[in-house]
Each structure stands twice: as structure tokens, then as C-alpha cells.
T-cell receptor, first 111, second 112 residues
Framework: AQSVTQLGSHVSVSEGALVLLRCNYS??????LFWYVQYPNQGLQLLLK??????LVKGINGFEAEFKKSETSFHLTKPSAHMSDAAEYFC?????????FGAGTTVTVRA | DTAVSQTPKYLVTQMGNDKSIKCEQN?????MYWYKQDSKKFLKIMFS???????INETVPNRFSPKSPDKAHLNLHINSLELGDSAVYFC???????????FGPGTRLTVT
């Protein structure tokens, strides 16, 4: 069985500050890991993914995430927050059969 | 071009009614999914079809019946709607089960 834990249901950052969203996973097989973003009243949009290879993956909108097998983590970062980053962020793990999502982290950006 | 589309976007209905939500993808993907997002934004998979074959059915009441007439379409029919069915339902598709999923815009179902 696989699962995802997102630490912190809500993160508030100042515009221009670092965004750090934490995700830990459990999986019985080598995982595929994803971060999705959901803007208000919209569907989920893929930010980035890790399948194999380089453990630091870059995504859209300046986000990146690092896969750390020893820590079973896949934290998402963005060096400088923008007002448009305010959204819900979901980490997800796939065991190559189905996706399991974390509970989500709401990001608010203060001017 | 919309990759994954759903209709309707909003659905308001009374308890006991039967309703359907339609989903279409133009990405040429083999696998399609239905998810339910509750009021706390928690996402849970309901069903998955691969090449029109049901491969995932997650402890969903049998009032919910998916139908996949072809690889590009996956519809969700709900009988005898209950208050607890109120949620946002998302359709998604992927190349196969191991790949990233692309989501539709969602259907907000409100049961009164």
C-alpha cells in the first residue's frame, strides 16, 4: 500500500520569500511522485514529476522538488513566491497502478 | 483545445434523483479515472478504466456506475442521489497507469 503525508495544511508566505511544501511518502515499490496545483474552481495541473533518474526535478512556474529516498520525502520549493502562487498543492504517489494523494496544502501569499 | 473536458460544470439536483456526468479526453490516452473531492479538498479515486476495461473500483456505493463507451469517453451515472454525494467530481486521463494524469475542470454536484 502507498500513502502520502503533507506536513502543514496551510502555509503562508510573503511575496518574494521561499516557498517550501513538505511531502513524505510510503510505498512498497519504487515510487513515482508528483506535485499538482489546484487554483480556485479549477482542476488539478501537474507541476512536476519524479519517475527515475535525476533526483532534483524542475517543474513549471519556477517550482522544483527533490526526491530523497533515505528520507522518503519529495518536498516542493520555489525560491521566490509570487501572488499567483496562491493555490492548493497536492503531493501524490503512484505504485504504477493508481495515484494516492496527500490531503493538500493551501498556500497564501502576503503582499 | 481542451484536453480533458467534463459536462456539466455545475449540477444542482434533489435527493433521490438520477444524474450523469460526462467526460471526454482528446489526448489519445488509454486510461481514464473518476475522482471525488470532498469539501475538505481531499481527493479520492473512485474508478479507473484502461482501454474500456474497469481496473479500479474503490469501495464506491453501487449507486455509482461508470461507463466507458470508448477509450476517449468515461461517463459517471449516479442513482438515487444522497446529500453526501455533494462534492466536486474530477475526470482524469493518463497514457497508462504509470504516467502522470491530466485532470478535467471538475463538476460541482450539489444535492439538496
Amino acid at each position: 500500500a502507498q500513502s502520502v503525508t503533507q506536513l502543514g495544511s496551510h502555509v503562508s508566505v510573503s511575496e518574494g520569500a521561499l516557498v517550501l511544501l513538505r511531502c513524505n511518502y510510503s510505498s512498497s515499490v519504487p515510487p513515482y511522485l508528483f506535485w499538482y496545483v489546484q487554483y480556485p474552481n479549477q482542476g488539478l495541473q501537474l507541476l512536476l514529476k519524479y519517475t527515475t533518474g535525476a533526483t532534483l526535478v524542475k517543474g513549471i512556474n519556477g517550482f522544483e522538488a527533490e526526491f530523497k529516498k533515505s528520507e522518503t520525502s519529495f518536498h516542493l520549493t520555489k525560491p521566490s513566491a509570487h501572488m499567483s502562487d496562491a493555490a492548493e498543492y497536492f503531493c501524490a504517489v503512484s505504485d504504477q497502478n493508481k495515484l494516492s494523494f496527500g490531503a493538500g496544502t493551501t498556500v497564501t501569499v502576503r503582499a | 483545445d481542451t484536453a480533458v473536458s467534463q459536462t456539466p460544470k455545475y449540477l444542482v439536483t434533489q435527493m433521490g434523483n438520477d444524474k450523469s456526468i460526462k467526460c471526454e479526453q482528446n489526448l489519445g490516452h488509454d486510461t481514464m479515472y473518476w475522482y471525488k473531492q470532498d469539501s475538505k479538498k481531499f481527493l479520492k479515486i473512485m474508478f479507473s478504466y484502461n482501454n474500456k476495461e474497469l481496473i479500479i473500483n474503490e469501495t464506491v456505493p453501487n449507486r455509482f456506475s461508470p461507463k466507458s463507451p470508448d477509450k476517449a469517453h468515461l461517463n459517471l451515472h449516479i442513482n438515487s442521489l444522497e446529500l453526501g454525494d455533494s462534492a466536486v467530481y474530477f475526470c482524469a486521463s493518463s497514457r497508462n497507469r504509470a504516467y502522470e494524469q491530466y485532470f478535467g475542470p471538475g463538476t460541482r454536484l450539489t444535492v439538496t
